[in-house]
């Protein structure tokens, strides 16, 4: 009688759907950790919902401007509130009124916004 695959392999070595099963049990209890071993993030983790609705005030106060002809003082506008957020992120680690990832990411990716913004916007005045 011929046996299959399965009865030819190793009773100890698991299945790809058991090695699945176990990594998920095995991320599941890694602490804040997904079911799925990626970090986990929640809405509620990542900023206070004053400080959202400031800098949605200014992105607004920064698009009438832009629409009223000032593009330059929109461009500044968004960049001052870029470089703010992220110096505030850098200062208040912790205590930052908003987090996306490590205190180094997000203050670099706020002042580096900010400035990008504003030399994207100069070159861009220098070649017209």
Not at 15 to 32: D, F, I, L, V
Request: proline content about 5%; charged content about 15%; aromatic content about 6%.
């Amino acid at each position: 009688m011929m046996k299959s695959a399965a009865q030819h392999a190793d009773p100890g070595a698991l299945t790809s759907s058991q090695q699945g099963h176990e990594q998920t049990n095995k991320a599941e209890r890694t602490p804040n950790r997904g079911p799925h071993g990626h970090p986990f993030v929640s809405e509620s983790q990542e900023g206070h919902p004053i400080f959202e609705g400031v800098i949605f005030l200014v992105v607004i106060a920064s698009a009438l401007v832009a629409i009223s002809g000032n593009t330059m003082a929109a461009t500044v506008i968004v960049s001052v509130a870029a470089i703010v957020s992220g110096v505030l992120r850098l200062i208040l680690r912790k205590k930052s009124p908003w987090k996306v990832r490590s205190v180094a990411f997000d203050s670099f990716i706020g002042i580096c916004l900010g400035v990008g913004l504003l030399l994207t916007y100069l070159s861009i005045q220098l070649l017209l």
